[in-house]
């Protein structure tokens, strides 16, 4: 039960990251007897530059890529499905082009990425895998026909870089990507997107009776987080709360001291830190026309 909750949260997050950069498909349905691709992503034709802030991940997106990621190590049958996958999207590309009478190039098949959190040296060496110089340790190249990659979560290196995939990873793996992703900056991109999804996650754990360690211990490393988060919430609300209410104050006493207020001052006025407010508060007093508000405002560089 617990893996189609670590499915879900894989496949909104892997889309919430990629929605900006193209087409993103979760769950995308192919041919023959009926299989699913777990994320099926389409590039825009103008790739956005800061699609570098994914790191590695942002590498798999500059191409059509497959991305199937496994909460559990991907056993070679399931490596084997995935391939196929590939190949019949390959064959419907093929079929589409021989329809609109147009030449398939390989930029427009997709790249098959497998994510798993853990693989044998046992299972690579079936699969004839290779490392490739120009890229990070951990992620396995089958030969080149078969376009396809198994990504070993748990052997990338601990990097920025690395950091969305290893949010995909699981036990110690995963609980260091969470603190690197908490300790990163408020407004860092993706940042508060991806808490929320793992707090969901976190949720939806909790109400499941038959939990893996993995999943007690993440539930364990998450709650301070989530705790501090909604306390850190809750003040923000709080002091929105106090600036709106003092904005509100202000605003009646200069109605009351110098006349309607023009909105284009309304709207500087709202955009004072409490701090200013105060201020404002004060120098209010000595105010007798719009002209001195629209002079305090200037010198605030509002």
Known sequence: MTRFIHDKFAKDYLEELLKNYGEVKASEKVSGEIKEIDVLFTPTKQQSSNIEILGLLGRFAEYPALIEPFRNPASTDEICDCILKLLEVKALLRREAKTNKTKLQNSEIPKLWILTPT???????????????????????LPDALRTAIVAIHQLPQTPETLWLRLLGRGSVQSQAIIELQALPLDYPYQKATLELVYNLRENL??????EADDRELIMRLEPLYQRDREQAKEEGRQKGRQEGRQDLILRLLNRRIGEIDASLIVKIKGLSIEQLENLGEALLDF???ADLETWLNQQSI
């Open 288 to 290: 007798s026309s719009v």
């Open 119 to 141: 693989v044998s040296e046992t299972r690579l060496s079936s699969f004839g895998t290779m490392q490739q110089a120009s890229w990070l340790s951990g992620v396995h190249f």
């Open 206 to 211: 909790r109400v499941n009776q038959e939990l």
